[in-house]
C-alpha cells in the first residue's frame, strides 16, 4: 500500500477513535442525569408514603378526640338525668344517649380502620424504604462507575490528541486539508475502501475512470460523497 494511504489511515484510525470517545463521553452527564432523576422519584415515592401516614395520624386523632366529646356529652346527658322528673322529657334523653352511643360506635369502627390503614402504610413504607434504599446503593454505584468512564475517557482522548500531531505531519497539506473537513463532518470515514468498484461510505458505484484512479493508489475523491478513496492492495 501506498504510503500517503498507510499514514492516512493511521492518522485516521486515531481521529475515529477520539470521536468515538467524545461520542461515549457526552453520553455520560445524560446517563447520570437520569439516574439522578430516579433516586429523586424513589426519594419522592417514599415521601408520598410517609405523609400519607402522617395524615392517617392526624385523622385518628381527630377521631379520637371527637369520641371523648361524645363520651362527656353522655356524661352530662346522665348527671342531668337525676333532675328530670317527667317522664317524655326522660324518654327523650334516653334517645340522644343513644344517639350519641351509635356516634361513638360508628367512630370506633372508624378508628379500628385508620389503625389498619396505619400498619399496612407503616408495613409498606419499610418494605419501600429497603428497596430504595438497596436502589439507591446499585444506582450511586452506577453512576461513579460512569464518573470514573469519564476520567479514563479524558485521560484516552489527550492521549490520542497528543500523539495526532506527529500523525499530520507525513501528510500532503491539500490531502490533510480535504481529510480535515470530512472529519469535521462527524460522519462516516473520511478515507474508504473501494470494493468492486463501489464507495466504502456512499456505496455507489463509481465511474470507472475514477475506480482505475484508485487502483492505482493515485490520490481521488468519491464523485458523489467526496470522500478520499483508495483500493487494498
Ligand atoms: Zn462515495
Given at each position: 500500500m501506498?504510503?500517503?494511504?498507510?499514514?492516512?489511515?493511521?492518522?485516521?484510525?486515531?481521529?475515529?477513535?477520539?470521536?468515538?470517545?467524545?461520542?461515549?463521553?457526552?453520553?455520560?452527564?445524560?446517563?447520570?442525569?437520569?439516574?439522578?432523576?430516579?433516586?429523586?422519584?424513589?426519594?419522592?415515592?417514599?415521601?408520598?408514603?410517609k405523609?400519607?401516614?402522617?395524615?392517617t395520624?392526624?385523622?385518628?386523632?381527630?377521631v379520637?378526640?371527637?369520641?371523648?366529646?361524645?363520651?362527656?356529652?353522655?356524661?352530662?346527658?346522665?348527671?342531668?338525668?337525676?333532675?328530670i322528673?317527667?317522664?317524655?322529657e326522660?324518654?327523650?334523653?334516653?334517645?340522644?344517649?343513644?344517639?350519641?352511643?351509635?356516634?361513638i360506635?360508628?367512630?370506633?369502627?372508624?378508628?379500628?380502620?385508620?389503625?389498619?390503614?396505619?400498619?399496612?402504610?407503616?408495613?409498606s413504607?419499610?418494605?419501600?424504604?429497603?428497596?430504595?434504599?438497596?436502589?439507591?446503593?446499585?444506582?450511586?454505584?452506577?453512576?461513579?462507575d460512569?464518573?470514573?468512564l469519564?476520567?479514563?475517557?479524558?485521560?484516552?482522548?489527550?492521549?490520542?490528541?497528543?500523539?495526532?500531531?506527529?500523525l499530520?505531519?507525513p501528510?500532503?497539506?491539500?490531502?490533510?486539508?480535504?481529510?480535515?473537513?470530512?472529519?469535521g463532518k462527524g460522519?462516516?470515514?473520511?478515507?474508504?475502501?473501494?470494493?468492486?468498484?463501489?464507495?466504502?461510505?456512499?456505496?455507489?458505484?463509481?465511474?470507472p475512470?475514477t475506480?482505475?484512479?484508485?487502483?492505482?493508489q493515485v490520490?481521488v475523491?468519491?464523485?458523489n460523497?467526496?470522500?478520499?478513496l483508495y483500493?487494498?492492495?
Amino acid at each position: 500500500m501506498k504510503k500517503w494511504i498507510k499514514d492516512l489511515l493511521k492518522l485516521q484510525e486515531t481521529d475515529l477513535r477520539i470521536r468515538q470517545l467524545s461520542t461515549r463521553s457526552e453520553m455520560i452527564p445524560i446517563e447520570v442525569s437520569k439516574i439522578d432523576k430516579e433516586i429523586a422519584h424513589d426519594e419522592a415515592e417514599l415521601q408520598k408514603v410517609k405523609e400519607n401516614d402522617m395524615t392517617t395520624k392526624l385523622e385518628i386523632k381527630q377521631v379520637e378526640s371527637e369520641i371523648m366529646q361524645h363520651n362527656d356529652e353522655i356524661d352530662k346527658f346522665q348527671k342531668q338525668s337525676v333532675m328530670i322528673k317527667k317522664n317524655d322529657e326522660y324518654k327523650a334523653m334516653i334517645k340522644e344517649i343513644n344517639a350519641t352511643k351509635t356516634k361513638i360506635n360508628k367512630l370506633e369502627t372508624r378508628e379500628l380502620e385508620l389503625m389498619d390503614q396505619m400498619d399496612e402504610i407503616k408495613k409498606s413504607f419499610r418494605k419501600e424504604e429497603k428497596i430504595a434504599a438497596e436502589r439507591k446503593n446499585t444506582l450511586n454505584g452506577e453512576k461513579e462507575d460512569l464518573l470514573e468512564l469519564e476520567t479514563t475517557i479524558t485521560t484516552q482522548s489527550l492521549k490520542f490528541s497528543d500523539n495526532r500531531e506527529k500523525l499530520e505531519r507525513p501528510i500532503d497539506f491539500d490531502v490533510l486539508s480535504l481529510y480535515k473537513r470530512l472529519i469535521g463532518k462527524g460522519i462516516g470515514s473520511p478515507l474508504v475502501e473501494v470494493h468492486n468498484g463501489i464507495c466504502g461510505n456512499c456505496h455507489l458505484k463509481l465511474t470507472p475512470q475514477t475506480a482505475n484512479i484508485a487502483s492505482k493508489q493515485v490520490v481521488v475523491t468519491c464523485e458523489n460523497c467526496g470522500h478520499l478513496l483508495y483500493v487494498a492492495d
